[in-house]
């Protein structure tokens, strides 16, 4: 069955650094998504891509947070200038339609010292 | 927007008793109610959903009901194994533009003690 994939699993930064993260969806997907983890808490929204375009943003998608499909298959997710806060598992997520069961990747978890 | 609240955060239960975890939400234009199961360290993955239009749905030990009216719906485990222990999160998504944007409950942990 077909999977999300994320690259890296693991990704250890300094503050300040700009980190990307990134993300292999299910090739007939059309819909893709981040959200985040902080340890031990609930899942979050971060933001909806679709047709090579933002559909959607929670308030933590600020300005120092961008996604990009640089190509036919990745999806990425670049944090500018990392702050501590920002350490968290991300999850990238993919759906056929727009009114789809949305399919989780294994996640990259983010260490901002 | 969308507020979803689930409880218990915590269920402890014996191999073989059922378990019923339950979630409330907000935003009367939710229509969409997935459930998804979060082993430690790993993805979450989605165990059973349901939409609006039905009350039930049924897939072996694994239910899920639904009552619209008072905004909430729950998901219950028979037969529970060891296995079945992960933390648990329900959510409900608003059709929004035409997407669906989930909100998530903080997550249950069912452990299932052999």
């Known amino acids: 069955e077909p999977e999300v994939t994320q690259t890296p699993s693991h990704q250890v930064t300094q503050m300040g650094q700009e980190v990307i993260l990134r993300c292999v969806p299910i090739?007939?997907?059309?819909?893709f998504y981040w959200y985040r983890q902080i340890l031990g808490q609930k899942v979050e929204f971060l933001v909806s891509?679709?047709?090579?375009?933002?559909?959607?943003k929670s308030e933590i998608f600020d300005d120092q947070f961008s996604v990009e499909r640089p190509d036919g298959s990745n999806f990425t997710l670049k944090i500018r200038s990392t702050k501590l806060e920002d350490s968290a598992m991300y999850f990238c997520?993919?759906?056929?339609?727009?009114?789809?069961?949305?399919?989780f990747g294994p996640g990259t978890r983010l260490l901002v010292l | 927007g969308e507020n979803v609240e689930q409880h218990p955060s915590t269920l402890s239960v014996q191999e073989g008793d059922s378990a019923v975890i339950k979630c409330t939400y907000s935003?009367?234009?939710?229509?969409?109610f997935p459930w998804y199961k979060q082993e430690l360290g790993k993805r979450p993955q989605l165990i059973i959903d349901?939409?609006?239009?039905?009350g039930e749905k049924k897939d072996q030990r694994i239910a899920v009901t639904l009552n619209k009216t008072a905004k909430h719906f729950s998901l219950h485990i028979t037969e529970t194994q060891p296995e079945d222990s992960a933390v648990y999160f329900c959510a409900a998504s608003p059709s929004s533009g035409g997407s669906y944007i989930p909100t998530f409950g903080r997550g249950t942990s069912l452990i299932v003690h052999p």
């Open positions: 997520a993919s759906s056929e339609g727009n009114q789809e069961t949305q399919y």
């Open positions: 090739s007939n997907h059309l819909y």
């Open positions: 891509f679709y047709n090579n375009e933002i559909s959607e």
């Open positions: 349901i939409r609006s239009n039905v």
């Open positions: 935003d009367s234009a939710s229509n969409y």
